[in-house]
């Protein structure tokens, strides 16, 4: 027979977010130790996405060239800088944050770091990115189907309504 779950029950699986693995490291003839926190909470999963967007809207603006073959490493960059204890840098500015990127992904350190965390983790973040995609994918066909009706109704001032067609695709970036 199974039980009830309770808020204690809860209370307690919540506790692994905060458990955390010390990794000693050596780097430049120093040897480190990097805290990595193998179970992501949720909320941290949606805030390093949150910046993880931000940071590819200001790419956008700052005009810094981002190839989509890079997204996977990015993603592990952002993975490594919410879940570990290393000092990354607090700009906002994408040029920034794509240079210590860039540098990261160049780091053996940083391939051992990532290789420490597990799988199910990171999975579990490639699982939300792929929900924001699908969900923003819906979102576009609707505004579509709402804007190819409102085309269609019989109004007197269509031209008041449409006289920028190019900004009808960028209602959401």
Avoid: W
């Avoid at 919410?82 to 391939?111: C, D, G, R, V």
Wanted: charge should be negative.
């Amino acid at each position: 027979m199974s039980k009830q779950l309770s808020m204690q029950v809860i209370k307690e699986d919540v506790k692994k977010y905060d458990e955390f693995i010390e990794l000693p490291v050596k780097a430049q003839g120093n040897e480190y130790i990097v805290k990595i926190y193998p179970f992501f909470k949720p909320e941290k999963v949606r805030d390093m996405l949150n910046e993880m967007i931000g940071f590819y809207r200001n790419c956008e603006k700052e005009k810094v060239n981002v190839k989509d073959e890079e997204f996977d490493d990015i993603v592990g960059y952002f993975i490594v800088k919410h879940f570990t204890n290393i000092k990354t840098t607090t700009s906002k500015k994408a040029k920034k944050i794509y240079e210590e990127f860039k540098i990261a992904i160049n780091s053996q350190l940083f391939e051992v770091i990532l290789k420490t965390l597990p799988e199910e983790s990171i999975q579990y973040v490639h699982n939300k990115i792929f929900e924001i995609i699908e969900l923003n994918a819906k979102l576009q066909n609707k505004i579509k189907k709402f804007q190819d009706e409102i085309k269609n109704l019989p109004l007197e001032n269509k031209d008041i309504l449409f006289s920028n067609q190019d900004d009808e695709n960028n209602v959401i970036q």
